[in-house]
């Protein structure tokens, strides 16, 4: 780290050597970080850092007033909003990249041991209360279907519970957490926060 200080003249600020050593202030140089910024000692004081300088202070500052009114000039109230009015509306930004700003799933339904009509009502209850109290992914497990006789139930009526709520505006968008339906025991929601 001390290999990479820069080391610059300081200004004169004195005509004697200071307190440290016999070199005159302007001889002694402000050692700086890697970034260029430099150190501050007990001798210099931070405001120093920030003084604007003559050159600067003396250049005119351009009136706000006297711009806003040259902006303004020759429009009414009628033709401003107009203007507001008639601009492109953004773009929508495409699904892919709406999905990558979501998080993991920040929370998850175990649905294992719940019969039809009790996990589609369960599983309904959970994703709208969780989409008013504003959380954006969450897991939900149905299982495969393995322990069960007639092979695996609940997959398929969770999935027709999401197309639903994703025409009512409360799903975004849904995927299977092995992107299969058949090798998934969990299905990856992202509710629409968004819109």
């Known amino acids: 780290m001390f290999s990479q200080l820069i080391l610059e003249p300081r200004e004169n600020k004195g005509e004697k050597g200071d307190q440290?050593?016999?070199?005159?202030?302007?001889?002694?140089?402000?050692?700086?970080?890697?970034?260029?910024?430099?150190?501050?000692?007990?001798?210099?004081?931070?405001?120093?850092?920030?003084?604007?300088?003559?050159?600067?202070?003396?250049?005119p500052d351009e009136n706000f007033s006297e711009l806003l009114e040259s902006s303004l000039k020759g429009k009414n109230q009628d033709l401003l909003l107009r203007e507001k009015r008639d601009r492109e509306p953004p773009r929508p930004v495409p699904l892919?990249?709406?999905?990558?700003?979501?998080?993991?799933?920040?929370?998850?339904?175990?649905?294992?041991?719940?019969?039809?009509?009790?996990?589609?009502?369960?599983?309904?209850?959970?994703?709208?209360?969780?989409?008013?109290?504003?959380?954006?992914?969450?897991?939900?497990?149905?299982?495969?279907?393995?322990?069960?006789?007639?092979?695996?139930?609940?997959?398929?009526?969770v999935e027709d519970l999401l197309v639903r709520l994703k025409r009512d505006g409360v799903v975004l968008w849904f995927e299977w957490d092995q992107k299969v339906k058949a090798h998934s025991g969990a299905v990856i929601v992202y509710l629409n926060q968004f819109d």
């Open 96 to 157: 892919k990249k709406r999905l990558k700003r979501y998080p993991p799933p920040q929370n998850q339904l175990d649905l294992h041991g719940f019969t039809a009509m009790e996990a589609q009502s369960r599983t309904e209850s959970y994703l709208r209360h969780s989409w008013r109290n504003g959380f954006f992914t969450l897991r939900v497990v149905v299982g495969k279907g393995l322990h069960s006789e007639s092979g695996a139930v609940l997959p398929h009526v």
């Open 20 to 59: 440290e050593g016999d070199l005159p202030k302007k001889s002694r140089p402000i050692p700086r970080d890697r970034h260029g910024l430099p150190f501050l000692d007990k001798s210099s004081h931070l405001s120093d850092l920030f003084r604007v300088s003559k050159t600067e202070e003396n250049e």
